[in-house]
């Protein structure tokens, strides 16, 4: 009897020493699984943040890229320091400015030919706006009897067409409402440029006009080509040799930007104006000698008072449009 309830209790044992180890098994499992649980949670977690970080950079970068894309550049005022205004990326040509001056018939120059480097286009077309404000300058070059036009490389400054009867169509969209020498001189200059290896023979004409007004002022010039020099033959208005010659000279002296050699009347006039216009601030122009100076050099300011002294000294030959 003894032995059986000796039996009894070594079976009771092992039966709660293997309940005991089955739990230790259960309780080991469990926080294994709730370790393995809480590693893939803290994974995950890392995951949803860099992910989060990622798009916040992303979004930083396309910010930033849209903010440059929309930045805009500042344009001085008028008298300060000049800077070419930034050109779109694509240019739209504007329609030709030929319809409005065809029936303008070019006559000789009285006195033959004037002689102008093509690299000084932008002297002639400049006369174009002392008379008229709201010109816009346009070039037209045909190919020497027999021979062709180098091609001409596009550029956001300008549009060149070749048209169907061989010439090369040169046109200036506007970008800007800005004055002449931050709008085109800075253009005509690059196509000059450009322009410079026509062959001898080649012929060009430069027409300029207003397309805002039907009968507002209009220039041409036509003229050949010959060892990277315009001769220019022709002009509307009819002009004589000299009196050209002595605008474009007014001209060249507004392109530097730094003096006019003037007549006494003339300063006096361009002065009276100046003051009346608050054109000058104190200071910025002195005179003496028979010419004006400006104290710093300024083309923008130097052509608007060329523009006044032009329109005073050839407004028996150049129509002019109202100021």
Same mark, same amino acid.
């Given at each position: 009897?003894?032995?059986?309830?000796?039996?009894?209790? #070594?079976?009771?044992?092992?039966?709660?020493?293997?309940?005991?180890?089955? +739990?230790?098994?259960? /309780? *080991?499992?469990?926080?294994?699984? $709730?370790?393995?649980?809480? /590693?893939?949670? $803290?994974?995950?977690?890392? @995951?949803?943040?860099?992910?989060?970080?990622?798009?916040?950079?992303? +979004?930083?970068?396309?910010?930033? @890229? *849209?903010?440059?894309?929309?930045?805009?550049?500042?344009?001085? !005022?008028?008298?300060?320091?000049?800077?070419?205004?930034?050109?779109?990326?694509?240019?739209?040509? !504007?329609?030709?400015?030929?319809?409005?001056?065809?029936?303008? &018939?070019?006559?000789? =120059?009285?006195?033959?030919?004037?002689?102008?480097?093509?690299?000084?286009?932008?002297?002639?077309?400049?006369? $174009?706006?002392?008379?008229?404000?709201?010109?816009?300058?346009?070039?037209?070059?045909?190919?020497?009897?027999?021979?062709?036009?180098?091609?001409? !490389?596009?550029?956001?400054?300008?549009?060149?067409?070749?048209?169907?009867?061989?010439?090369?169509?040169?046109?200036?969209?506007?970008?800007?409402?800005?004055?002449?020498? %931050?709008?085109?001189?800075?253009?005509?200059?690059?196509?000059?440029?450009?322009?410079?290896? =026509?062959?001898?023979?080649?012929?060009?004409?430069?027409?300029?006009?207003?397309?805002?007004?039907?009968?507002?002022? #209009?220039?041409?010039?036509?003229?050949?080509?010959?060892?990277?020099?315009?001769?220019?033959?022709?002009?509307? !208005?009819? %002009?004589?040799? +000299?009196?050209?010659?002595?605008?474009?000279?007014?001209?060249?002296? $507004?392109?530097?930007?730094?003096?006019? &050699?003037?007549?006494?009347?003339?300063?006096?006039?361009?002065?009276?104006?100046?003051?009346?216009?608050?054109?000058?601030?104190? +200071?910025?122009?002195? /005179? @003496?000698?028979?010419?004006?100076?400006?104290?710093?050099?300024?083309?923008?300011?130097?052509?608007?008072?060329?523009?006044?002294?032009?329109?005073?000294?050839?407004?028996?030959?150049?129509?002019?449009?109202?100021?």
């Amino acid at each position: 009897m003894a032995k059986g309830r000796a039996k009894k209790k #070594a079976g009771a044992k092992k039966k709660a020493g293997a309940k005991k180890k089955a +739990g230790a098994k259960k /309780q *080991a499992g469990a926080k294994k699984k $709730a370790g393995a649980k809480k /590693q893939a949670g $803290a994974k995950k977690q890392a @995951g949803a943040k860099k992910q989060a970080g990622a798009k916040k950079k992303a +979004g930083a970068k396309r910010q930033a @890229g *849209a903010k440059a894309a929309t930045r805009t550049v500042a344009r001085p !005022p008028a008298g300060i320091a000049l800077r070419a205004p930034v050109p779109p990326a694509a240019v739209e040509p !504007p329609p030709s400015l030929y319809p409005e001056v065809v029936g303008l &018939t070019p006559k000789l =120059l009285m006195g033959g030919a004037a002689r102008l480097p093509l690299a000084h286009l932008g002297r002639a077309a400049r006369l $174009a706006w002392f008379a008229d404000a709201e010109s816009r300058p346009e070039l037209r070059v045909e190919p020497p009897v027999g021979g062709a036009l180098p091609p001409l !490389p596009s550029s956001p400054a300008y549009a060149a067409d070749l048209l169907p009867d061989g010439a090369l169509r040169v046109t200036f969209p506007s970008t800007a409402d800005a004055p002449w020498e %931050l709008e085109f001189t800075p253009r005509l200059n690059e196509a000059a440029a450009q322009l410079a290896p =026509l062959p001898d023979g080649a012929a060009l004409e430069l027409i300029a006009a207003s397309p805002a007004t039907q009968d507002g002022v #209009a220039l041409r010039c036509c003229g050949l080509v010959r060892g990277g020099t315009w001769e220019v033959l022709s002009t509307f !208005p009819p %002009l004589a040799r +000299g009196r050209f010659e002595a605008a474009l000279a007014l001209s060249a002296e $507004a392109e530097a930007g730094e003096r006019l &050699t003037l007549a006494p009347a003339e300063v006096d006039d361009l002065l009276a104006w100046a003051d009346e216009e608050e054109v000058l601030a104190p +200071g910025a122009a002195m /005179q @003496g000698d028979g010419v004006l100076s400006l104290a710093r050099r300024d083309p923008g300011l130097l052509s608007l008072l060329a523009r006044r002294v032009f329109r005073r000294r050839f407004a028996d030959v150049w129509p002019l449009a109202p100021d």
